[in-house]
Structures are given as structure tokens and as C-alpha cells.
Nanobody, 120 residues
């Protein structure tokens, strides 16, 4: 099983970016998916999460600016980031709680991380 994230880059403050993450491999089902971020010297924090039914939750600092979505058929989760601020600079990681074929439980998987840099 692999989570492949893409879409990071350098953007000016006020700009937008879209992150994408695709899960692949022997996946029976996916429960929650989400995006986390880790800035230098800080702990990893939840940015946004989304259930298999499409219910989303956001960190207070990104509410109204970020939007998470997923495509269950394609096993993808996306994060649309608008009105970016320098403090949004971090490595962004996608995550998924998923069950592999042949397994009876859900495990958490992580993507490799994609760097988002917002310049002032």
C-alpha cells in the first residue's frame, strides 16, 4: 500500500495551491483520510480530515481558506488551499486509515510529504 502526495510548491501570500494524494495497492476499504502538516521546529498537526461519507473537519487556523475533498472510487484525497499565509509553510502529509485485503483491521498510512512554501 502506498500513498503518493503531490502538488506542493512555492506560492506568494494570498495565492492558492491544490494538493492531491492517491492511495494504491491491495486496498479493501478506506475509512478516514486527511492532511497533516509539520512546520520546522513544530509538531505535526491536523489540517483537515474527511470521513468516507464526506464529512469534513478543519483546524481553526485554516477554516474558510482550505477545503478537503475525496473521491472514493479513485482512492484520492485533495486539499484546496486558498488565501495562503506565510505561516502555512510546512511539509504537508496525507494520511489514510485503510484496510488491506486479507486484513481484519484498519491501519494508518502516510504519504511521503510535500513541501508548501508561502512567501510574504
Amino acid at each position: 500500500v502506498q500513498l503518493q502526495a503531490s502538488g506542493g510548491g512555492l506560492v506568494q501570500a494570498g495565492g492558492s495551491l491544490r494538493l492531491s494524494c492517491a492511495a494504491s495497492g491491495s486496498i479493501f476499504s478506506i475509512n478516514d483520510m486527511g492532511w497533516y502538516r509539520q512546520a520546522p521546529g513544530k509538531q505535526r498537526e491536523l489540517v483537515a480530515g474527511i470521513t468516507s461519507g464526506g464529512s469534513a473537519n478543519y483546524a481553526d487556523v485554516v477554516k474558510g481558506r482550505f477545503s478537503i475533498s475525496r473521491d472514493n472510487a479513485k482512492k484520492t484525497v485533495n486539499l484546496r488551499m486558498n488565501s495562503l499565509k506565510p505561516e502555512d509553510t510546512a511539509v504537508y502529509y496525507c494520511s489514510a486509515s485503510l484496510r488491506e485485503y486479507g486484513s481484519t483491521w484498519y491501519d494508518d498510512y502516510w504519504g511521503q510529504g510535500t513541501l508548501v512554501t508561502v512567501s510574504s
